[in-house]
Antibody, heavy 126, light 110 residues
Framework: EVQLVQSGAEVKKPGESLKISCKGS????????IGWVRQMPGKGLEWMGI????????RYSPSFQGQVTISADKSISTAYLQWSSLKASDTAVYYC???????????????????WGKGTTVTVSS | QSALTQPASVSGSPGQSITISCTGT?????????VSWYQQHPGKAPQPMIY???NRPSGVSNRFSGSKSGNTASLTISGLQAEDEADYYC??????????FGGGTKLTVL
């Protein structure tokens, strides 16, 4: 069974740094894009960005560009989402998901997220 | 990129059919056949129900169907069951090379 296993819940203070992880198993991790999705308490889903672990090509939503860093270590089939200085407004559940992508005439199209991790709850509070 | 517009809530009785709409623009829903739908039960991760407007991933019941007309996509659930009670989100590829989600619809099975 294809799985994405996310790291455990985190409680941090404003200004601290954080890196959460998402490990893929039972599929070719380097052959599929991985995306990150934020869900703030009681709110909807927000697409943050994606990474191709094969070559670390990374794309960000303009809303999250500069706010977070997406990375991957293909040697251990793991993607990461990190913050250098957390804010209270970063409190949310963060999901990683396998982002299915198709290429048509040289353009990438992100068409759906087919496998999801269980989510990592990040709480930022003083 | 503004979120796609979904009704906040819909409801139906067991056995009935319901439809959830998802309205965007020509830069997202109307411009591409890359609309997908996700079901999310409380405290759980979203799960895909429809992709590419009307395709069902393996294992998803054929009671779920999707369609699109212009800038509006729709998810229809027929033969409503208690287990269908959940939040539903649409999403679409956008001309900015990103993905945008809808605000979500809470489905209540009466």
């Amino acid at each position: 069974e294809v799985q994405l296993v996310q790291s455990g819940a985190e409680v941090k203070k404003p200004g601290e740094s954080l890196k959460i992880s998402c490990k893929g198993s039972t599929y070719s991790f380097t052959g599929y894009w991985i995306g990150w999705v934020r869900q703030m308490p009681g709110k909807g889903l927000e697409w943050m960005g994606i990474i191709y672990p094969g070559d670390s090509d990374t794309r960000y939503s303009p809303s999250f560009q500069g706010q977070v860093t997406i990375s991957a270590d293909k040697s251990i089939s793991t993607a990461y989402l990190q913050w250098s200085s957390l804010k209270a407004s970063d409190t949310a559940v963060y999901y990683c998901a396998r982002q299915r992508v198709t290429m048509v005439r040289g353009n990438y199209y992100y068409y759906y997220m087919d496998v999801w991790g269980k989510g990592t709850t990040v709480t930022v509070s003083s | 990129q503004s979120a796609l517009t979904q009704p906040a809530s819909v409801s139906g009785s067991p056995g009935q059919s319901i439809t959830i709409s998802c309205t965007g623009t020509s830069s997202d829903v109307g411009g591409y056949n890359y609309v997908s739908w996700y079901q999310q039960h409380p405290g759980k991760a979203p799960q895909p129900m429809i992709y590419d407007v009307s395709n069902r991933p393996s294992g998803v019941s054929n009671r779920f169907s999707g369609s699109k007309s212009g800038n509006t996509a729709s998810l229809t659930i027929s033969g409503l069951q208690a287990e269908d009670e959940a939040d539903y989100y649409c999403s679409s590829y956008t001309s900015s090379s990103t993905v945008v989600f809808g605000g979500g619809t809470k489905l209540t099975v009466l």
